[in-house]
T-cell receptor, first 118, second 110 residues
């Protein structure tokens, strides 16, 4: 089974510039998540999609961050304009909402996109 | 107060030691619980789910205390390869979000 694909792996930009990250989840996984992980902290949920609908975007800074999952498969996260505090790893994850204990609601992460804002 | 709290450590233990990590959560309606492992500069990976009856996977034992809103992870006979950050994860309803703690760092030394 192919894993969660993310690109780019690394990105360095200047503040006030824009950046976009792409994610392709595991085939068949209906739920897709974008997390932000700042150094020394745990991942923080930015947005959760169920198919192409948004389930939770309460912690997404909507003045500068946007995300879409138009066809219910791959997704793009955009930051415009970037701030210094946006320097972090952006992790995409997907899950299959199975039944029973085994594998239910388990998140599988991509390798992440490391953003440095100068 | 954070939704999920962990002792950040670091825990520095010798090979063969037994080490325990604790995690508390604030939402009493939480339904699913997990431990993830994250190696340096890598993505988090599922270590084990935590069930109400407690569960064991080799050298790893996870326990859940719903009354105290507390989860634990016990690692017996520590190996060098166990060195990593261990993330406690709490999930609400089926459609609810998964909330991560900030992790506990373990270093196992020869």
């Amino acid at each position: 089974e192919a894993g969660v694909a993310q690109s780019p792996r690394y990105k360095i930009i200047e503040k006030r510039q824009s950046v976009a990250f792409w994610c392709n989840p595991i085939s068949g996984h209906a739920t897709l998540y974008w997390y932000q992980q700042i150094l020394g902290q745990g991942p923080k949920l930015l947005i959760q999609f169920q198919n192409n609908g948004v389930v939770d975007d309460s912690q997404l800074p909507k003045d500068r961050f946007s995300a879409e999952r138009l066809k219910g498969v791959d997704s793009t996260l955009k930051i415009q304009p970037a701030k210094l505090e946006d320097s972090a790893v952006y992790l995409c994850a997907s899950s299959f909402r199975g039944s029973g204990r085994s594998g239910a609601n388990v998140l599988t992460f991509g390798a992440g996109s490391r953003l440095t804002v100068l | 107060r954070k939704e999920v709290e962990q002792d950040p450590g670091p825990f520095n233990v010798p090979e063969g030691a037994t080490v325990a990590f604790n995690c508390t959560y604030s939402n009493s309606a939480s339904q699913s619980f997990f431990w993830y492992r994250q190696d340096c500069r890598k993505e988090p990976k599922l270590l084990m789910s935590v069930y109400s009856s407690g569960n064991e996977d080799g050298r790893f034992t996870a326990q859940l205390n719903r009354a105290s809103q507390y989860i634990s992870l016990l690692i017996r006979d520590s190996k060098l390869s166990d060195s990593a950050t261990y993330l406690c994860v709490v999930k609400g309803t089926n459609a609810g979000k998964s909330t991560f703690g900030d992790g506990t760092t373990l270093t196992v030394k020869p």
